[in-house]
């Protein structure tokens, strides 16, 4: 869970110790990642509060004008409470974190688990938080003469509220602590065996591997919904009473699809800026959903199996018939020649033509089927094959051993029997003497 740039978090190296030891920190490491599940879940309640405070504050102020000041006022000061909640969850969970980081190093100092980076990384976390509107300034609805012109919103207010959607970024971090990969122990040791970093990126791609439709769809849903509630609000002053948000509810979607039919046009460069990002994401979230729906129509390895086969026997089958139709057009035609029957000759002639055109164009496509059938050999297939062959080298091997010993068992006969004669020569050569 620890960025991979951190020189603190990438150098220091764990010292065993006792295995009691171990055994208690094991267990310390189970309470603290569920405090700081905990608190991942509370900070994303946290600031998804905020954010739905902070739409209602904006709508009571675009229906309410000045007549619900006082709720509106007293929503943007539980906006405020709720971002300094939301602060103490953050720096608690970064605490915790820094926590589980010393227990899977087996540290004593805190300060060897901070580094610059990290600090740098949490205190941009903590400014994208903080952002909200602050319930102070110019409060014209107080004004005694109050203008003619009404004011949806001030700018820096305006910017401040959709600068709050930022905080969505904890829903992929509470979603990846509740994964039960990331906490799964099986998981953890197959990965340290593979080298393979249990960091967020990772379970991120497993999760979206697992469940492709359900990830893209929530995504696309959610992007609509914000980016279509955002444009509204850019496009508030501009925008009449009768056409709250039917106008930019079809704007999205044709942006998004990137189709543009051109009734509907932002007038704001905040509608602008915002119509640009939906059609960025539209192009990606295509190729996305293409990518999706190619590896569901893709076979799986045993159909890819039944149907090559099956594929292979229609086009032995379609091969032998063309093979007879060529045949049986060659004897036609010979034997139509032999009556001199010039009508049939021709005929049977342009039907044999057709036969062997018919009878290369079924054996390419059989030999095509053949390649693909040979590029799909499987792992598991080859692997046995390569075993095979491993333990046929292996008994050659034995018998080779076995037989190079017989054969030095029966030098070393030999060599004695010799050695046995010549003794006796030489005491039938000495008796004599």
Not at 82 to 99: D, N, P, R, Y
Not at 190 to 211: A, C, D, E, T, W
Not at 242 to 268: K, M, N, Q, S
Not at 337 to 342: E, I, L, N, Q, Y
């Amino acid at each position: 869970m620890q960025s991979k740039g951190d020189p603190a978090e990438t150098m220091v190296l764990p010292i065993p110790g006792e295995p009691g030891d171990n055994l208690r920190r094991l267990r310390l490491r189970k309470v603290v990642l569920g405090e700081e599940r905990k608190l991942a879940a509370w900070a994303l309640a946290t600031a998804l509060l905020g954010i739905l405070l902070m739409v209602l504050h904006t709508e009571l102020a675009w229906f309410g004008h000045c007549q619900w000041f006082a709720y509106s006022f007293m929503v943007k000061c539980l906006i405020t409470l709720s971002t300094a909640g939301l602060v103490i969850l953050i720096l608690a969970f970064h605490i915790k974190e820094i926590q589980l980081f010393m227990l899977d190093n087996s540290l004593s100092d805190w300060r060897i688990a901070v580094s610059a980076p990290k600090l740098g990384l949490v205190g941009l976390e903590l400014l994208v938080c903080s952002l909200h509107p602050l319930p102070v300034g110019d409060f014209p609805c107080l004004d005694p003469k109050p203008s003619q012109t009404f004011l949806f919103l001030s700018d820096a207010d305006l910017l401040l509220s959709l600068l709050m959607f930022l905080r969505l970024y904890l829903v992929p971090r509470a979603v990846l602590l509740r994964s039960s990969v990331l906490g799964d122990a099986s998981y953890r040791s197959i990965g340290s065996l593979n080298k393979i970093h249990f960091q967020y990126p990772f379970v991120l791609r497993v999760m979206v591997n697992s469940q492709p439709g359900r990830a893209l769809l929530i995504f696309t849903m959610g992007l609509w919904l914000i980016a279509f509630w955002v444009l509204s609000v850019c496009e508030r002053q501009h925008m009449e009473e009768d056409e709250y948000l039917g106008r930019y509810l079809w704007l999205i979607p044709i942006t998004f699809l990137t189709i543009g039919y051109g009734d509907v046009v932002p007038e704001t460069m905040c509608g602008k800026v915002v119509c640009l990002f939906t059609g960025v994401m539209g192009v990606g979230c295509t190729a996305l959903l293409v990518a999706v729906a190619a590896d569901k129509l893709e076979f799986s390895r045993a159909e890819k199996h039944v149907h090559n086969f099956m594929m292979d026997i229609q086009c032995a089958k379609e091969m032998k018939c063309s093979a007879a139709n060529v045949l049986q057009e060659a004897w036609l035609l010979h034997k139509h020649t032999k009556r001199k029957d010039g009508q049939r000759t021709r005929k049977h002639h342009r039907r044999l033509l057709a036969a062997i055109h018919m009878f290369r164009h079924v054996r390419i496509k059989h030999r095509k089927i053949r390649d693909q059938v040979n590029a799909m050999v499987d792992v598991s297939k080859m692997q046995m094959i390569m075993w095979d062959l491993s333990a046929s080298l292996s008994s050659s091997h034995q018998e080779l051993e076995k037989r190079i010993e017989s054969l030095d068992r029966k030098l070393d006969e030999m060599s004695r029997l010799l050695t046995a004669l010549v003794a006796s020569k030489q005491q039938q050569e000495q008796q004599p003497l």
